[in-house]
């Protein structure tokens, strides 16, 4: 009879297990099922999940605190890391090669969509002013649910374009689509979905409908320059970890 090799102990099985389960909480976390800052479920419910006994989960838990993807707070449970290590470097060959022309595409918006936010401060009439705060209104909705937001965002700076009552804006607004906003292009940059940064964007483009609201040019102009400065910040040092 065919010798199966020998009977693995509990010791011996348990690396496996806990592989396992850090295999598929590390492509949760990395694929945006699990968002930055997140709470992972309690022990009795990965146990649950994963049909393994606590020490395996806590394994688990522990080798994927060493490599940053979580932290845990006394008493609250464990988190998703609010800033993932590297990255940048899980993003496609395909994503990579995309961030040149998104850092191209982020100068061109600053002074295109800076000068758009304050024609639409002085020109915007009554309905267009509607359809600004709608747009902001809806991508806070969608963030504070955590659904995706980035039509939403760009229906924002759509609106925006419209209230500049100017058919240059327009067209160029929508001959971009969707594809303006950086996000849209690196689907696995797992910081896309944090819901730190989400909510900072949402508080930057309340700040630009105030003052396009206020019919502040002035204010709409530099509340949107800082708002596209802020990504370019972003995504150079993103270029710069795929270049190290």
Known sequence: MKSEGPIKSEGQRKPRLAETVIEALRADIIGGRLPLGAQLPTEPGLIERFGVSRTVIREALAELRAAG?????????????????????????????????????????????????????????????????????????????????????????????????????????????????????????????SETYLNQVVEEHGRIADAISGQDAEAARKAMRLHIENSQQRYRAIARSVRS
């Open 69 to 193: 993807l979580v932290h845990a707070l006394q008493g609250k449970g464990v988190f998703v890391a609010d800033d993932l290590p590297g990255q940048a470097m899980r993003l496609s060959v395909e994503e990579q090669r995309s961030i040149p022309k998104t850092l191209e595409m982020l100068e061109f918006r600053v002074a295109f969509e800076s000068e758009a936010a304050a024609l639409a401060a002085q020109r915007r009439n009554a309905a267009q002013d509607y359809e600004i705060r709608h747009a902001h209104d809806v991508m806070a909705d969608l963030v504070a649910e955590k659904t995706a937001a980035t039509r939403a965002d760009f229906d924002f700076h759509l609106a925006i374009a419209r209230a500049t009552n100017n058919s240059f804006y327009i067209d160029a607004m929508q001959s971009f689509g969707a594809s303006a906003i950086p996000r849209a292009k690196l689907p696995n940059l797992a910081s896309s979905r």
